[in-house]
């Protein structure tokens, strides 16, 4: 059975821009979280989407978006880049129905350097 | 102040010792809680899933709850080298159920 597939692995963007990650999650699985990791505040949530719907957000501010597709994929989206978004940016997926109720797969990460 | 608190260490111990991990919270409304382990360059993986107050083993691995005083704990027995890693500890708010993350301890288990 696949695991999680998160791309690109590694992207470097320059403040202002714009950037989109990707998530495959297992098959069958249809919640998909999507968390940011950094040395200073760990691993912090983003938002949580099901059957296409979010479901929950985290305390980011809107520059931070996402989607779900009808085959369960998932995309999320940095507008406006700053240094700060610099992170490692996981995606995990779930078959549990209520969210964090169940055990989390997560991929690997896409590594976003912002200069 | 973080609603989980953990140590984010560095923790180093000879190989075969007890490593005791724990976090603190704040939120008495976590009712789902977990341990995650986290290898170099890779996303974390479940260790142990405890719900409410209470022990739970798996193999060398024990993970205690106590809500009473917002407090769990992981304890790896025997530890090996291959323990080496980030272990995370995380908890799930029953009334909106996000999943909030300690920072994560860091463990090297020495030869």
């Known amino acids: 059975k696949a695991g999680v597939t998160q791309t690109p692995r590694y992207l470097i963007k320059t403040r202002g821009q714009q950037v989109t990650l990707s998530c495959s999650p297992i098959?069958?699985?249809?919640?998909v979280s999507w968390y940011q990791q950094t040395p200073g505040q760990g691993l912090q949530f983003l938002f949580e989407y099901f059957s296409e719907t979010q479901r929950n957000k985290g305390n980011f501010p809107g520059r931070f978006s996402g989607r779900q597709f009808s085959n369960s994929r998932s995309e999320m989206n940095v507008s406006t880049l700053e240094l700060g978004d610099s992170a490692l940016y996981l995606c995990a997926s779930s078959s549990a129905r209520i969210q964090g109720t169940g055990e989390l797969f997560f991929g690997e990460g896409s590594r976003l350097t912002v200069l | 102040q973080k609603e989980v608190e953990q140590d984010p260490g560095p923790l180093s111990v000879p190989e075969g010792a007890i490593v005791s991990l724990n976090c603190t919270y704040s939120n008495s409304a976590f009712q789902y809680f977990m341990w995650y382990r986290q290898y170099s360059r890779k996303g974390p993986e479940l260790l142990m899933y405890?719900?409410?107050?209470g022990n739970k083993e798996d193999g060398r691995f024990t993970a205690q709850v106590d809500k009473s005083s917002k407090y769990i704990s992981l304890f790896i027995r025997d530890s090996q080298p291959s323990d080496s890693a980030t272990y995370l500890c995380?908890?799930?708010?029953?009334?909106?159920?996000?999943?909030?993350f300690g920072a994560g301890t860091t463990v090297t288990v020495r030869a």
């Open positions: 995380a908890m799930t708010d029953s009334n909106d159920y996000k999943l909030s």
């Open positions: 405890t719900y409410s107050s």
């Open positions: 098959s069958g699985h249809r919640s």
